[in-house]
């Protein structure tokens, strides 16, 4: 008999649209439950139930709280109240475990062999010994059993042939081959939502209709540059020889005279990112989604060299001669950008010289390092932590700290 805590069927076979069902019911319900717990709830029922379970939750609960093991309980007649008290109390959980322990006790049906089998079954003749034709006895009839279960040997080719060599045994017919002994398990198809299936790709010709040239047109508006749209184009179509390239992506957008929408589009983006990162190639790059190889082959086809170059020396220009020491002492921590840019070096010294000056004109008021970054930051409106750390980076500490220690034993002497 079939306890009405046993699974029925796999969780992972229970149709979604129904799972989705009950995880709704559950949550009006007042008992959100995990989609695994539902899964595992409607596993109890058979697929013929699908259509009772989907009568129920198309309505309002009656009561709350309704996990899906009370929705499951409803179903084999319980009432909506009783199945609330049942949910309140902790009763579905120990049904729960209940039938996942079921389950691990079930032993797997067994794998139907796929190879044929050409064996005659055993007559009843076999409990008689073939040289005597007496009845074998226990000992013997036993012994014949252990000698069936035991592990057999296994040969390699060498020693059967040595074994066959004095005793050559009669040749057989193609049909009666020897089988494999080792079989490649074939194991079952994914299912459900495990199911991958790749989407089969269209012919280039496609492409190069008339029709095509829209697909085209749609696809550049959802891109950025040509790189990304041979991205896109090669999953879902093939190249005329094989898999598609850019020569024939670009050969084709001539064709239908849209390869200046695309160069562009791709002009607008580049001049537009480089504005945005303040000149920097490789966040520019990243920005766009390409390799710094990338970008560069893209500037050349582009000829956008000399407006690149324009944009990143105004860049450079901003970067030297911004005035205000804040702003600079912010630059000196972004390495990455100065080098990018390729001005670190003429940035550094510069920033060295403007410090050691400052510094100079406010030694009389400090005692210490640490002052003296006070007064400084606090003369031009920089915090103290930036001019200390700017000391330590541009190697001023030493030179200061002396200029210091002389400058508190010159009263003294």
């Not at 049904?95 to 079954?121: D, G, I, N, Y």
């Not at 069936?148 to 296994?154: L, T």
Request: glycine content about 4%.
């Amino acid at each position: 008999m079939i306890s009405p805590w046993q699974r029925r069927r796999q969780p992972d076979d229970v149709p979604t649209p129904v799972a989705v069902a009950v995880s709704d019911f559950c949550r009006r319900a007042k008992a959100p439950a995990p989609a695994q717990q539902v899964r595992e709830a409607l596993a109890l029922l058979t697929e013929d139930e699908d259509f009772r379970v989907r009568a129920l939750t198309d309505g309002e609960p009656e009561t709350s709280p309704l996990g899906p093991f009370a929705v499951v309980d409803i179903l084999r007649g319980v009432t909506p109240a009783l199945a609330a008290q049942r949910q309140e109390c902790g009763y579905y959980d120990v049904a729960q475990e209940l039938a996942q322990v079921r389950e691990e006790k079930t032993p797997p049906p067994a794998p139907a062999s796929t190879t044929p089998v050409f064996a005659l079954p055993t007559p009843a003749s076999e409990e008689t010994d073939a040289k005597t034709g007496r009845r074998k006895s226990a000992k013997a009839e036993a012994a014949a059993v252990q000698e069936r279960i035991a592990p057999k040997k296994r040969t390699t080719d060498a020693e059967d042939a040595d074994t066959a060599a004095p005793a050559p045994a009669p040749q057989a017919p193609q049909e009666e081959e020897e089988a494999p002994r080792f079989l490649k398990r074939e194991l079952p198809r994914p299912r459900g939502r495990f199911t991958r299936v790749e989407a089969q790709r269209l012919s280039f010709l496609e492409l190069t209709r008339a029709e095509g040239k829209e697909t085209l047109e749609a696809a550049i508006e959802a891109t950025e540059h040509r790189y990304s749209l041979l991205r896109t184009l090669e999953h879902r179509y093939n190249g005329p020889r094989g898999e598609m390239t850019q020569v024939d992506m670009e050969n084709v957008l001539r064709q239908h005279g849209i390869m200046e929408t695309l160069e562009a589009r791709e002009r607008h983006n580049i001049e537009t990112a480089y504005a945005s990162q303040r000149g920097a190639t490789g966040r520019v790059a990243w920005a766009l989604g390409l390799s710094p190889s990338e970008l560069q082959r893209l500037n050349h086809a582009l000829r956008l060299e000399e407006v690149v170059e324009a944009l990143r020396e105004r860049f450079r220009n901003e970067v030297l001669a911004t005035g205000h020491l804040t702003h600079r002492l912010d630059l000196l921590g972004r390495d990455k950008y100065l080098v990018d840019l390729g001005i670190q070096k003429r940035f550094a010294d510069a920033l060295r010289k403007e410090l050691e000056r400052l510094a100079k004109d406010a030694l009389p008021d400090a005692t210490d390092l640490h002052s003296l970054a006070n007064v400084v930051g606090r003369k031009h409106g920089a915090p103290a932590e930036l001019v200390t750390r700017a000391f330590e980076r541009l190697n001023l500490t030493e030179g200061l700290r002396k200029q210091l220690s002389a400058q508190a034993q010159s009263p003294s002497n």
